[in-house]
């Protein structure tokens, strides 16, 4: 190896604290022979049983091993914190920061020369781009790809997306509580993430498209003997990385992140991607503005044909030839010159890129819409910005005007939203407060208000609603989220009455609220704040820390405010 070894500084540096190094080292059957002149790579797996999505990457990281060994590095797994977007309450969400924080920690802390992450739940793939920007070693990721498609009376179903359809069914009484019971058996069939284009395909589609996992990688199916061979490529490639100091400074660079939004406005991808990205962004002390999103929105076409927006599967996006067919198509609309994992630019990586089923990957001349598939709105509703998936919504809905059903909290939706008694029509509003980051806190998936029973036996599938939350990737309908400040926060949103009039235009980028501002000022006067029951703990310093939606929802403590700051390395002298 031609570098300075990071992991050296532990192995050869000062002679009381090496020979502890080494020590430790072969009490693990590692004797120098295995590490000296060679780089160690850390595995950072976010395996748990708690996570049936990232089930698959025990086998995953054994694959990396065998790569590493392959190309003279010495690995060496850890386990961090698994982000199971099912299981954690109230929202994975509320752990994302927590999670990127053990891994850049535990990379900091240790004699690691370079990293392959391992992710794909939805959050996980986030929280380790954030800690690989902040801890600038050479890294890159690889997920454990979608699961594989379940079929329900002889149809193929969506993870997510199905469920809330046919929830909708059930309450509405169009399906029978027992073909609920035979839809869960079948929906989540076997290890991987889910199979629709939600947050987790999203976001690692996005990893391939900024530059840091393999090309093609991230829609091969979990149970796919190619991911195994890519998994073995990634542990060949990190060691060659660390040879080339390759970083994630020199990937995620303002012009990787505008390729990623375009890659996301594309592929009709989850609203969730919008924080995210602007969260890895920040790590890197880039601003990444909503007004960008929407900015590039109008000039890139929406292109992709998977469900919640469209009608497949990722198992039809991969055999389409997955995101290296949809950067293809995207082609000069992107920046070809960007570096990425390979120590190739994202235009050399696509040279044999090519699509091979138009019906899942349109061509640019034949999207299924000129522009993109979100927008960004403001107004006194939503000063700094809110999202709206237009992709997945009603057309008809997207220029409203109508009166609000206020919902104060979740849990008073959950109570009223089926009350016969309940003040709504198929142009009301629904609105739900004090459920965006600090409010619950965690900024959980509750955006997706269900539409209220006695609208759905009416026969109405779809109704504007407004909350400060986010919703699933696999969701659907006119839902308008992220709205900035959160009420929790004093935003417009924490004073809006029942029958208030709100107004959503889409194509004007418009959300407004019809209430003077004199009224809304007598309002705000007498406004205040909610009281939390998180008096300590994690929770307590997420709802201190914790930045707006508009911002990325990091920890205002782990974003750099300068350059000095994004550079600052700790020392390593004296850690013993
Ligand atoms: Fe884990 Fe969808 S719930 S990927």
Partial sequence: MNVPLRSAEWFAGRPELAFQHRSSLRSMGIDPSHYEGRPVIGIANSWSELNNCNMNLREVAEAVKRGVLAAGGLPLEFPTISLGEEMM???????????????EETLRSNPIDGVVLLCNCDKTTPAQLMAAASANLPAIQLNGGPRDVGRWRGKPVGSGTDIWKHWDDVRAGRISRSEWDDLEACISCGAGSCNTMGTASTMTSLSEALGMMLPGTAAIPATDSRRISAAVETGRRIVSMVEEDLRPESILTPAAFDNAIRTLLALGGSTN?????????GRR????PLARFDELSQSIPFLVNLSPSGEFLM???FAAGGVPAVLAELGDLLDEDCLSVTGQTLGENLVDAKCYDREVIRLRDEPISETGSLAVVTGNLAPHGAVIKTSAASAKLLEHRGRAVVFNHYQDMLDRIDDPELPVDADSVLVLKHAGPKGVPGFPEWGMIPVPKKLLEQGVTDIVRISDS?????????????????????????LVEEGDWIELDVAARKLHLDVTDEELKLRHDVWQPPKTAHLRGYPRLYIDHVLQAHEGCDFDFLRPRSEEELQFVPPLVGRS
């Fill in 89 to 103: 309450k109230p929202s994975a969400m509320l752990y994302r920061n927590l999670m990127a924080m053990d891994v």
């Fill in 315 to 317: 198992d039809r996006f």
């Fill in 273 to 281: 991607a919008v924080v995210h990205l602007i969260a890895i962004a």
């Fill in 470 to 494: 986010r919703m699933s990737g696999t969701s659907y309908g006119t839902v308008v989220l992220h709205l900035s400040p959160e009420a929790a926060a004093g935003g417009t949103l924490a």
């Fill in 285 to 288: 002390n880039l601003d990444l």
